[in-house]
């Protein structure tokens, strides 16, 4: 059994910026409200691990 977890476990490319990380808006480019200009979104299991880590560290 693997306990391998792959960075598309834990986050996704961010469809409100298709992972560009900004957004066109009125000819301007923005940072991605979405994704806060990541251009990936955690995923269920991302956000699970990030609050354990930040917990611990
Ligand atoms: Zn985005």
């Given at each position: 059994m693997s306990v391998i977890i792959s960075t598309d476990d834990l986050e996704h490319?961010?469809?409100?910026c298709n992972g560009t990380s900004h957004v066109t808006i009125e000819n301007e480019e923005k940072p991605c409200s979405k994704c806060d200009g990541k251009g990936v979104i955690l995923t269920a299991l991302g956000q699970t691990l990030l609050h354990f880590m930040k917990k611990h560290i």
């Open positions: 490319i961010c469809p409100n």
